[in-house]
């Protein structure tokens, strides 16, 4: 069993920057990817960035190519996402989840409870 706790949501206007954490207790991340999904208001959950915890390789999706990282601190067993030049339609409630691989969230066994984040406009 893995517990995922998501933390760092919040309230940014349009072009801030706030960056998600996500620490892993009960074992770690070895041998699973770590994704980050996130669902706004009236919409299905939607993939937004995976690291493979054992090469370090990255998948974004297309809508945050080149805004948001997703980072990892090995030593802390701790998943970070750092999203830059948010903009309104990132609103949303972001999960991270592991226990797989892959871009849906059948992939994935463990998911933490979410951090919220609005940008306002």
């Known amino acids: 069993q893995v517990q995922l706790v998501e933390s760092g949501g919040g309230l940014v206007q349009a072009g801030g920057s706030l960056r998600l954490s996500c620490a892993a207790s009960?074992?770690?991340?070895?041998?699973?990817?770590v994704g980050w999904f996130r669902q706004a208001p009236g919409k299905e959950r939607e993939f937004v960035a995976r690291m493979t915890w054992s090469s370090g390789r990255t998948l974004y999706a297309d809508s945050v190519k080149g805004r948001f990282t997703i980072s990892r601190d090995n030593a802390n067993n701790t998943v970070y996402l750092q999203m830059n030049s948010l903009k309104p339609e990132d609103t949303a409630v972001y999960y991270c989840?592991?226990?797989?691989?892959?871009?849906?969230?059948?992939?994935?066994?463990?998911w933490g409870q979410g951090t919220q984040v609005t940008v306002s406009s």
């Open positions: 989840a592991t226990g797989g691989y892959g871009v849906y969230e059948y992939d994935y066994e463990f």
């Open positions: 009960g074992r770690t991340f070895r041998g699973y990817a």
